[in-house]
């Protein structure tokens, strides 16, 4: 098992330096040049020497490969570099990540329970109320663009009732941390959360159904066992895996959706930060906020390996 | 000879027989049969107001957020264009976006996975490495990186972006049926004839993957409509001169749109919604006719 979680840490670092050499080299392409952000225009015509000096001194005429790998250095040492206007990305990045990473878990805690119970639901109960209801649900989940459900949300929770804000995270004049945060999220996570519940009801219900038809299933009815006990003890546990791992494949969603959600809500997190920084042409944001996406699906794909190794030993011993 | 034409000939009726019971499979569907109807009237309604020519560009400045009615049937946006307009040709761009799209990102995906799956080894290594980096990224954010290092906004450059970023799930489901299928007889018969590669990978082997790969497309198109109208809204789509369901929308990224001017949010997202259920109910159907598994 070590050697198994080892092996794919291990295959983690190449694809990261593929990836950010990639993106490194992609955003070099576009010709945008940092010094026309650090000189001001006159400057640029007017002391050509001066603008070549300081050009040389930062290593802008160095091979791209140099220059990358001194980028990749200094990243390794905790230096982030610094955005076009001036502020330290690493600073940036330490008060909004936390902020996505806040959005993003609640999102998935709340639509794993509403999902999956729901789904079970209406497996058990085929056809009831519940199942009809969710069945619609899911249905227009899947066809509502999700920023929309956003703009409906806000049109009714912050500006018909006033009950939430409509933006930012944090108010200047908070009293209680935990309230602010509350109101601060609940939009926000109550949109991701209805896009995710869509997917993941309709496949908890599905394979809930599969399982229940199962042999075993009637085989445990036949020996007396209690209803309850046969769904929860028997059809449930069985019926997890699969939803868990689908649950996974969501999280790219999960993070593709809080970048569009953070822009709906005017949410400061790195997806709002990476939109930003692309509209303005700030590339070395681009840069670091892409390569932190990049991270961290890796990090859950890697997790997911894991988990699925040490709860089927078949994927262990393939290897 | 007489004998050959008389097997194409009982062939021919047998598949015709197929397609007809699946066409009558279909039509029991009411729910797919809707969809088709809506996605059908939609796009009607689209290209007709194309091809006549409707006026979605001329900003007329007196008549700047009018509500609906008074000759505006959606009303006009903040800039006074009129916004029947606009969602009738916006939905041609969009539509297009789609279809376009799914269509060609299946083509790709289809043919890299035929070429992955069946010759297998370093080909196929090399493949999955690519694949594996481009699944790095949640798919918007890819196309995010993609809109920064192209560095202008429009629409070739959308459909390239998507197309370059959407074959992943077509190639990894084709490559796993690759897999498979090259084992079964008819393709070691083929091989022993001497049949050239291609012509097993793409004429015999292909036509065995088409349903599933017929069902994504469909549903792809209603997921690249949806992607292109989430780029729009944050700003990073195509240009607002070229009106798509998706920029109309754009408009509701200000408070002021979303509280006073609803019409502006609200038709625009209607005719997303109404189009990509229209496909979902559409692609359920055309699954269960074309799903061989579960006949």
Known sequence: MLKFIIKKLLMMIPMLLIISFIVYYGLQLTGIDPINFMVSPEMLSSNKENVEALRESLGLNDPLIVQYFRWLGNILHGDL???????????????????????????????????????????????????????????????????????????????????????????????????????????????????????????????????????????ARSKGIPEWKVYLKHGFRNAMKPVLVILVFRIPALIGGSVVIETVFSYPGIGLTMTNAIVSGDYPVVLVTTLIIAATMLICSFMVDVFNALLDPRVRLGE | MGETTSIKDSNKSASSSLFKRNVRKFMNNKLAVLGLVIIVVITIACVIGMIVGVDYGTPVITDMKQAPGNG??????????????????????????G????????????????????????????LIRISEIFQAFPQLVLVMMLVAIVNKRGLGNLLFIFVFTGWMTTFRMVRNEFMSLKNETYVKVCEAFGMKKSNIMFKQILPNVMSPIIVST???????????????????????????????????????????????????????????????????GLRDVLDAKQQ
């Open chain 2, 218 to 284: 469909t549903t792809n198109v209603a997921f690249f409509i949806l992607q292109e109208a989430a780029l729009s809204f944050i700003g990073l789509g195509v240009a607002d001169s070229t009106p798509t369901w998706g920029n109309i929308l754009n408009a509701a990224k200000s408070v002021s749109v979303v509280t006073n001017q609803w019409w502006i949010w609200v038709f625009p997202g209607l005719a997303i919604s109404l189009f990509v259920l229209a496909i979902n109910f559409f692609g359920d």
């Open chain 2, 99 to 126: 279809a376009f799209c799914a269509i060609m990102s299946s083509v790709i995906g289809a043919i890299l996975g035929a070429l992955a799956g069946y010759f297998g080894g370093k080909v196929d290594m090399v």
């Open chain 2, 72 to 97: 505006h049937f959606f009303g006009t946006d903040t800039i006074g264009r009129d916004l029947f307009a606009r969602v009738l040709v916006g939905g041609c761009y969009s539509i297009l976006i």
């Open chain 1, 81 to 219: 570099g610094y955005s076009f206007d001036g502020s330290s990305i690493a600073s940036v990045i330490a008060v909004r990540l936390p902020y996505t990473f806040e959005l993003a878990g609640y999102s998935l805690l709340f639509s794993t329970i509403i999902g999956i119970g729901i789904g079970i639901i209406s497996a058990v109960r085929q056809n009831g109320i519940i199942d009809y209801v969710g069945r619609v649900l899911a249905v227009l989940g899947q066809a509502v663009p999700q920023f929309l459900v956003g703009i409906i949300l806000i049109q009714v929770f912050s500006i018909k009732l006033g009950w939430f804000p409509a933006s930012n995270r944090v108010s200047p004049d908070a009293t209680s941390a935990f309230a602010d945060a509350f109101f601060h999220l609940f939009l926000p996570v109550l949109t991701l959360t209805i896009g995710m519940v869509a997917v993941l009801m309709r496949y908890a219900r599905n394979t809930m159904l599969d399982v229940l038809n199962s042999d075993y299933i009637k085989t």
